[in-house]
């Protein structure tokens, strides 16, 4: 059997729920359960998430009480009414945008169904009702937890891997063969897709944010990874090893020496550009297959360009160290 697990929003909807009855019980209000169950509609993953489900189905509830007005009280009190009433009310949720909130507008168009009688002090119960539950729920959702810790260990694996995959790549240049599986590869793709996931939640739990500095990071490392599986081929596929290799081997080891958060790209551009200096230096081809190994390196180079530009063009973390990519 599974061991039992109590996460810390499972946690929130139980609080949530005991604070919304308690309320709506103190407050002599009709219906008061129904409170705990709008809470618990509104208790959502990210503080962001909370406010806009909080906002839609007032709204949706709101419009549900016109509904109610025009149906219930100017046709009937009947099954079929209510039916008829649901059939047109989706459709302008939907269309307004406010669909997630037909469940918590569907409660309240039950109680006035019950009750057989809209009256102004059941509108305000009503209210009441949704102020309550909606309220609690906002208010139990503005605690959560920091994944800061998290986000800093993806950034840490995802820095590992990548100088992993740059000393491979740097290794091959050098030798011209290599046991390497690859797998950094494949395991790079999947943290970029779990960090970035995670940093635009964090983005959700700040109210006044827009982005962060994790899900820019993490942005840029995937356009950089774009770019490093483009080089790869390039490099496996080299005719021949040309002299010309050793020098773009030689950098790439530095490169993958110095993988940071920080942001000192600049001073590897410079790196590169001597690189291409030094490459230029070197003697002509001697064979069509060293021309063409020169050509595929010269195009490595270009993508370590655009590699180290896209590094530049981001502010970066904080970090004491200098010199490093």
């Known amino acids: 059997m599974k061991r039992l697990s109590?996460?810390?929003?499972?946690?929130?909807?139980?609080?949530g729920v005991i604070i919304a009855i308690s309320l709506a019980q103190l407050l002599q209000l009709d219906f008061f359960v129904s409170a705990g169950i709008l809470t618990i509609l509104c208790i959502q993953p990210t503080k962001k998430r909370s406010i806009r489900a909080a906002?839609?189905?007032?709204?949706?509830?709101?419009?549900?009480?016109?509904?109610?007005s025009i149906f219930l009280e100017g046709i009937a009190y009947h099954p079929v009414v209510v039916g008829l009433m649901i059939l047109l009310f989706i459709p302008v949720l939907v269309s307004l945008r406010f669909a997630d909130g037909f469940v918590s507008s569907s409660v309240i168009i039950f109680h006035i169904y019950s009750v057989g009688n809209l009256t102004g002090s059941l509108i305000l119960n009503e209210i009441l009702l949704m102020v309550v539950g909606f309220g609690t729920a906002l208010l139990v959702n503005m605690y959560m937890p920091s994944i800061e810790k998290k986000l800093d260990d993806y950034r840490y694996q995802t820095e590992v891997l990548y100088a992993k995959i740059l000393h491979e790549m740097a290794g091959y240049l050098?030798?011209?063969?290599?046991?390497?599986?690859?797998?950094?590869?494949?395991?790079?793709e999947e943290l970029l897709k779990k960090a970035k996931a995670l940093?635009?939640?964090d983005v959700e739990n700040h109210v006044t944010r827009l982005e962060n500095k994790y899900y820019r990071y993490f942005d840029m490392r995937q356009d950089q990874f774009e770019i490093i599986e483009r080089i790869l081929p390039k490099i496996s596929t080299l005719p021949v090893l040309v002299k010309h290799a050793q020098?773009?081997?030689?950098?790439?080891?530095?490169?993958?020496?110095?993988?940071?958060?920080g942001n000192t790209a600049y001073h590897y551009l410079d790196k590169l550009e001597v690189v291409k200096k030094e490459f230029s230096l070197l003697p002509l081809p001697e064979s069509h297959q060293e021309f063409q190994s020169m050509a595929v390196l010269y195009q490595v180079i270009e993508e370590l360009d655009a590699y180290l530009e896209i590094k530049q063009s981001y502010r970066g973390f904080t970090n004491k160290k200098t010199a490093e990519e």
């Open 55 to 68: 906002l839609s189905r007032f709204i949706a509830s709101l419009i549900a009480i016109g509904y109610a």
């Open 199 to 201: 940093a635009y939640q």
């Open 174 to 188: 050098k030798d011209g063969k290599s046991d390497w599986d690859g797998k950094e590869l494949i395991q790079t």
């Open 6 to 15: 109590i996460g810390y929003r499972t946690l929130k909807t139980a609080v």
């Open 247 to 261: 020098l773009i081997a030689d950098f790439l080891n530095d490169l993958a020496d110095h993988v940071h958060a």
